[in-house]
């Protein structure tokens, strides 16, 4: 099994920055990819940055260029650094982590959720 915790979330006024960071620990092999999804309210959840072990990162449209995703493989955590927050923003903001099972099956992990709200 894989256990996701995910911190840093809050409240911050539109145009500032939070950083989320997320620890990964269990059965984690080496080839992985992990990332950030958020989920407003009456919304699906949405992908919004990904990051594979050798570091290739993947962006939503909507944070390109605010958002930065980045990951320690020895710690194994991924950090998002959120900046120039607008309230759209808002949302509930969970962590994932992709590996292949000895099966060959992809199995997604998922965090709790840490919130996010933007607002003056």
């Known amino acids: 099994q894989v256990q996701l915790m995910e911190s840093g979330g809050g409240l911050v006024q539109p145009g500032g920055s939070l950083r989320l960071s997320c620890a990964a620990s269990g059965s984690i092999v080496s080839s992985n990819t992990m990332g950030w999804y958020r989920q407003a309210p009456g919304k699906e959840r949405e992908l919004v940055a990904t990051i594979t072990t050798g570091g290739s990162t993947n962006y939503a449209d909507s944070v390109n260029g605010r958002f930065t995703i980045s990951r320690d493989n020895a710690k194994r955590t991924v950090d998002l650094q959120m900046n120039s927050l607008k309230p759209e923003d808002t949302a509930l903001y969970y962590c994932?982590?992709?590996?292949?099972?000895?099966?060959?099956?992809?199995?997604?992990?998922w965090g709790q959720g840490t919130q996010v709200t933007v607002s003056s």
């Open positions: 994932k982590l992709r590996q292949v099972n000895y099966r060959g099956l992809f199995i997604d992990y």
